[in-house]
């Protein structure tokens, strides 16, 4: 008999989406300001998803065939995820008050895609890890294109999905390899036939239909080569949903892929090249590409290109240190993001009516890096705050960023790296660059077009706070990195 408790988490978030579109249907027109209680709504929604993973956190079950897993590891995830996507919607206030038509839309394809991460988490069989991908995938299209009034979000839109397509396709085609070849595409019967890492029998058609997986895994964390829908979409899309981009979608993305290399292909000889290589290329593009970015949207696109790299270098070192380092990273990257690309959300155009929505050439005014000159001066605790944050994302010690780098460079230096981990602190000093160009803008440029930002607290709040946890995590990190490890089962 199927545990339903086990993935009813899942199932809340789910329906929790059908019925805020379904009320909006049928009670949007005849209540004035229906949108504030579909907003509620869904923050009652993920409050009770959270109470429900909570509750099932200890339980390790497989359901449905062994096609899907419960454990330790995937409630630890599930309830980051669903955190962070409680975040975006309290963010989300201002937006679902100039957006009104398409509020109840915008906040079901948040929970939509969040529900697809969870089911991707928790896929055992590459059946159900295709579902919960593409349930994820074809939200994130609808939500990178949901500007109507923006050329650039129309074409980050498009960009985004054809490319998602072929992506798809790659994966498709990957896991059809592993099929033929090996009879199974489930992960407990791969790890069974394969787990010993013996070259000589695994079929070549097994291996290349791994490395297939792995592109298209690799295209959805925009790690490059494949990264090149990244920053337009980033650009494109209104600044929530680059929001919810940067954190819920890439938290899941990366989690899934350490799950993934963790649980199947770990042993297997010469495979941690490819991570290698993908890992320097990322590090590069973050590194170069974001120097000579004026948009401060596209910067930090950039900016998670390069974190990638450094996720990709902690995966191409085997062993439970090197799992835990990337661990800690993508939790701390998340808070970071969090604070950062909430920043973003604060940034309002001339028109009051609005914030961070406006058209595409009042967009290349107000995100532009040269309109954070003076920052300091008209909102210093804005301006302290993200400061702190830029500091942490360069790896400036003691703030935590620089803890979590320090981490990842530890595992690759103990499993035998010694070159690579000097090219990624070098990349680093490069990318330091232009973290430190945001700081002296705010701070020693003379005002220009003065920056407006929303009188939004609760973002403030919570920018604020990610900036005090930057600056305090030396105070408990042996605490914060042992819990991460024994929520993590790791």
């Known amino acids: 008999m199927i545990n339903l408790s086990l993935i009813s988490p899942e199932i809340t978030l789910f329906c929790g989406a059908l019925l805020i579109l379904m009320a909006d249907v049928f009670l949007g027109k005849k209540i004035p300001n229906f949108f504030y209680a579909s907003r509620l709504l869904s923050l ?9 993973i909570v509750s099932n956190f200890t339980k390790a079950e497989l359901l449905f065939s062994n096609m899907y897993l419960s454990n330790t590891f995937t409630s630890f995830v599930k309830a980051i995820l669903v955190g962070l996507l409680t975040i975006v919607i309290a963010f989300s206030s201002r937006f679902v008050f100039s957006n ?3 509020s109840a839309e915008f906040i079901a394809l948040l929970m939509i895609a969040t529900t697809g991460g969870m089911i991707l988490i928790s896929s055992n069989d590459f059946l159900t890890f ?8 074809l939200s994130l299209y609808l939500l990178a294109a949901l500007n109507r009034n923006s050329a650039k979000s129309s074409e980050a839109g498009m960009k985004y999905f054809i490319l998602g397509c072929l992506a798809s396709g790659i994966l498709l085609f990957g896991i059809s390899m592993i099929y033929g070849f090996s009879g199974t595409t489930n992960f407990l019967n791969l790890m069974n036939l394969y787990h010993n890492g013996v070259t000589a029998k695994i079929p070549v058609g097994v291996m290349f239909g791994f490395i297939m997986v792995l592109t298209a895994m690799f295209f959805k964390i925009s790690a490059a080569p494949f990264h090149m829908w990244s920053p337009d979409v980033y650009e494109g899309s209104a600044s929530i949903v680059t929001t919810f981009f940067a954190t819920v979608v890439k938290f899941s993305a990366v989690m ?4 993934l290399f963790s649980s199947l292909i770990i042993g297997w000889p010469g ?3 490819i991570f290698i290589f993908t890992s320097m290329a990322s590090l590069a593009v973050g590194s170069f590409g974001a120097i000579f970015q004026k948009n ?3 910067l930090l696109a950039y900016s998670s290109i390069g974190h990638v790299g450094f996720i990709l270098l902690g995966m191409a070192a085997f062993g439970r240190e090197a799992w835990i380092a990337c661990m800690v990273y993508m ?13 973003l959300i604060l940034i309002r155009g001339n028109n009051d009516e609005t914030v961070g929505y406006e058209t595409d050439e009042e967009n290349e005014k107000i995100f532009s890096i040269n309109a954070l000159s003076g920052l300091a001066k008209t909102n210093p605790y804005m301006a302290f705050s993200l400061a702190v944050l830029m500091f942490s994302t360069a790896g400036i010690p003691p703030l935590a960023g620089f803890f979590s780098k320090f981490y990842i460079l530890t595992a690759a230096i103990a499993h035998g790296y010694l070159i690579t981990p000097i090219i990624a602190v070098l990349f680093s000093v490069v990318s330091a660059y232009y973290y430190l160009r945001i700081i002296k803008v705010m701070y020693f440029d003379e005002p220009q077009n003065l920056m407006k930002l929303d009188c939004v607290n609760n973002v403030k709040a919570m920018i604020f706070v990610t900036a005090l946890f930057n600056l305090g995590l030396i105070f408990f990190l042996n605490s914060f990195v042992n819990s991460i490890a024994n929520f993590a089962g790791l």
Do not use: N, P
């Open 256 to 259: 899934i892929l350490l799950r």
């Open 130 to 137: 295709y579902l919960g991908l593409e349930l994820q995938a």
């Open 44 to 52: 009652v929604i993920c409050a009770v998803t959270v109470t429900i």
């Open 296 to 298: 401060l949207k596209r």
């Open 331 to 343: 939790v701390i990257y998340a808070i970071i993001s969090i604070g950062s690309f909430g920043f």
């Open 271 to 273: 495979i941690e090249k």
């Open 100 to 102: 009104q038509k398409i």
